[in-house]
Structures are given as C-alpha cells and as structure tokens.
T-cell receptor, first 112, second 111 residues
C-alpha cells in the first residue's frame, strides 16, 4: 500500500519558533510537494522538489524553506513561525507527469 | 498563467439527486493533465480520475462521470444518484510540471 506520511497530525507552536514539518514517501517518487490549505483558498503550493537537493518555489514561498537531502524525505521549515502561518499543511509525492499525486494525512499547525 | 477555477463554493442536494461540479482551467501548454480529488471529512485527499490533454473521451465509473471539453477548457464532474457518503470537498487540479488546484467545491448531500 503506497504511503505518504507526515510526522505530526497536530502541532502547536509559539510565534518566533523554528518549525519543522517532515514528510516521507515510500514510492520512490522523484517529485514531492508542500501545500497549505485554507478555507476558501483551496490548496496553494509552497515549494516543490523534482529531485534530491533540487527545489522550486511555488506560489506562496515567503516565510518557508525546504530541504530534500534524501529522495524519500521532504521537509518544510518555518524559519520564524507567525500566526498567519496557522493552517493545514499537506505533503504530496508523484512520479511521472501523467500520474496522480499521493497525499499525506495533513498537519494542522497552530501558531500562538 | 495557469489557473483552475471552481466557481461553485458549496452545493447542497438531496440524496438521489444528480449533481455536477464545474471546473474550468487555463494553460498555454499543449500537454497537460487534469485530475479530480475528493477530500472527505477525515481530511486526506483521495484521487478520483486523471485525464490527459489529448484524450477528450468522457469517462464513467459507476455513479461518477467526467466530461472533458478542450473547446471550453472545462473538466466537469457529475455524480448520479448522489448519496450521503458523497459529502466532501472536491478539488479539480491541472498539472503541467506542478499541480495547480482549484479552491474546491463543498458538496453536502442531505438524507
């Protein structure tokens, strides 16, 4: 059974903290993605990676960075968490362009 | 620019009614892929269907059907004889090299 696993389902952090969201996939996929989901705004792409150590900015990269040291793992980093980063974060992975993305269960992050 | 528009924010129907969810996309690429995903209350996105830009054949899978029309840049999703279990948020997505999602349509099916 294919799987994308996010390290936490719920997370509460304080303003100014450095936050790490981890995502691991077991499908040997080249492509991995981080989205945030907010009511009325759908899924917005933060960053994606098409290979180890390769990354590209999505539509809303400000305040975030990513790391992909190994093919199976893609980390999202909030350098200094702010309350407007309170959201649901979804990780996804995919193979070739004609294939669907597989999603993790999501991490609901609250910054207080 | 690439964009996916789901103009219907929320739809409510009574069980057994048919319902169509609209999706309009924009891209200048000639090769692209379109997807529909379902997000039930549990939160995890579930893949429903994929279509490539060269295949305009409509598809039917049980109570679900999809109508792809390049002339209108639309990829609409119809649920026939809706059921309460169909209640979810449905997302349409476009992929060239990255996935672009619409804002989603929340479908409520009332018993």
């Amino acid at each position: 059974d294919v799987k994308v696993t996010q390290s936490s389902r719920y997370l509460v952090k304080r303003t100014g903290e450095k936050v790490f969201l981890e995502c691991v996939q077991d499908m040997d996929h080249e492509n991995m993605f981080w989205y945030r989901q907010d009511p009325g705004l759908g899924l917005r792409l933060i960053y994606f990676s098409y290979d180890v150590k390769m990354k590209e900015k999505g539509d809303i990269p400000e305040g975030y960075s990513v790391s992909r040291e190994k093919k199976e793992r893609f980390s999202l980093i909030l350098e200094s968490a702010s309350t407007n980063q309170t959201s649901m974060y979804l990780c996804a992975s995919s193979g070739l362009m004609n294939t669907e993305a597989f999603f993790g269960q999501g991490t609901r992050l609250t910054v207080v | 620019a690439q964009k996916v528009t789901q103009a219907q924010t929320e739809i409510s129907v009574v069980e057994k009614e048919d319902v169509t969810l609209d999706c309009v996309y924009e891209t200048r690429d000639t090769t692209y892929y379109l997807f529909w995903y379902k997000q039930p209350p549990s939160g995890e996105l579930v893949f429903l269907i994929r279509r490539n830009s060269f295949d305009e054949q409509n598809e039917i899978s049980g109570r679900y059907s999809w109508n792809f029309q390049k002339s209108t840049s639309s990829f609409n999703f119809t649920i026939t004889a809706s059921q309460v279990v169909d209640s979810a948020v449905y997302f349409c997505a476009l992929r060239t090299y990255k996935y672009i999602f619409g804002t989603g349509t929340r479908l409520k099916v009332l018993a």
